[in-house]
């Protein structure tokens, strides 16, 4: 199922930003980068993209984020080359909602590379991947006060719109 649900994901090494990423599927074999990854967020992150989540990263969170149901969601790393070893630098992922015809997406850039379009690029690699899966809606949940996040979020064309009860949050 991981093979099917790629079909359209850029899998090969791009040129961004003077290095060579690689957008692929995130699995159980990546449990060491995704620990370095997660680890390595500055809290300000872990909290923006996090939402407020993973204060204390142990390796039962780090294995639930490389264990994927590919029926059910789909994770991407962005990775580059980095010192002759793979180096996770961001993740997006979506989970498919109750109805069967939607998902909600999140996403988080390691901080020395945020601001550089490989956030865009991992959207619409996931973006893409759910079209393939038949998924007809997109949503995700971000802090009113990410306004990086909420920036992208309208350049590829989502609509931000206040969570009621809740205006630390913006769903688009």
Known sequence: MKATMLAS?????????GHAISIRP?????????????TGLSLETRNSRLLGGARRVTPEYVERLTRIDYP???ALAAVVMLGGEETLIGVARYALEADGASCEFALVI???WQGRGIGRHLMESLTAAAQAHGLA???????????AMLGLARKLGFR?????GDAALTQV
Do not use: W
């Open 9 to 17: 994901v850029a899998t090969g090494f791009q040129p961004v930003i």
């Open 26 to 38: 995130l699995g159980p074999e990546d449990f060491d980068i995704e620990y370095r990854f997660i």
């Open 72 to 74: 059910r969601e789909l």
């Open 110 to 112: 390691a901080d020395a």
């Open 137 to 147: 809606r997109m949503s995700g949940y971000v802090l009113s006060t990410n306004a």
């Open 160 to 164: 931000p719109r206040r969570v009621p």
